[in-house]
């Protein structure tokens, strides 16, 4: 409900729409309608054998695996991930968890999740950044879907270069033996949600899964916010 005090504040710090810069509504959510409407869903919850799926056939265990968003260069979806990232608006990260959150409950095919973990940043990168913009996307889904999303036991070791100019090869190298596990029997007969903001390789993605499978019996499911065209 807006208080007086609230609407005072919108009226000389007007919330502005994140990927165009216009002034957004009391009735908008984050987004302005405009961008909402605009933003290119995968329609991957529902449908087995995604492209997502594809992607990790041959190279890591899956159960069931999603992307809400497609991601394109100079896209309204790289505007809206550039500005969770580093423009400090993790209300994004919750926005999108909520919307993800929601698909997944509509969805048979993630019914047995037990718990959800994101793909952790360096200590380094947390310290700096502030904030792991996978956690408040976590968090919405945590709510959503009535898990616990379960940080700091999968860990970050060493620190990674940007992906952003590598080659697929490159980009698997450079996360390669990147990540461990605290305890190795944390999430021993669990069925987990790992959780990412960008799949484009799937390289950390396979980084992380092949710590998390030094557990027993252990399944992984795959969620990200977006998934390159």
């Not at 605009?38 to 190279?59: A, S």
């Not at 860990?155 to 990674?160: A, E, I, N």
């Not at 090869?169 to 390669?176: L, Q």
Request: a positive charge.
């Amino acid at each position: 409900m807006k208080t007086p005090l609230t609407n005072l504040l919108g009226l000389f710090y007007p919330k502005k729409c994140p990927t165009c810069a216009k002034i957004i509504s009391n009735y908008e959510e984050i987004l302005c309608l405009s961008c909402r409407m605009e933003l290119p869903e995968t329609n991957f919850t529902e449908n087995e054998g995604n492209m997502i799926e594809k992607l990790f056939y041959g190279r890591i265990p899956i159960e069931e695996a999603t992307s809400l968003l497609f991601f394109s260069k100079r896209g309204i979806v790289q505007k809206l991930i550039h500005q969770l990232k580093y423009g400090k608006q993790e209300l994004i990260g919750r926005f999108l968890g909520e919307w993800l959150g929601a698909k997944m409950l509509h969805s048979n095919r993630f019914n047995s999740l037990d718990c959800i973990i994101p793909v952790p940043l360096h200590p380094k990168k947390l310290k700096k950044r502030g904030y792991n913009q996978v956690s408040s996307f976590g968090e919405s889904l945590s709510n959503k879907l009535n898990i616990p999303m379960i940080e700091n036991k999968l860990l970050r070791v060493s620190k990674s270069n940007t992906q952003t100019y590598k080659n697929r090869f490159e980009r698997w190298k450079n996360v390669e033996e990147i990540f461990e596990i605290s305890d190795i029997n944390i999430f021993k007969n669990q069925h987990i949600l790992l959780i990412d903001d960008v799949v484009t390789t799937g390289a950390t993605i396979e980084s992380c899964c092949t710590q998390l499978m030094r557990t027993k019996n252990i399944k992984i499911s795959i969620a990200t916010m977006v998934i390159t065209e």
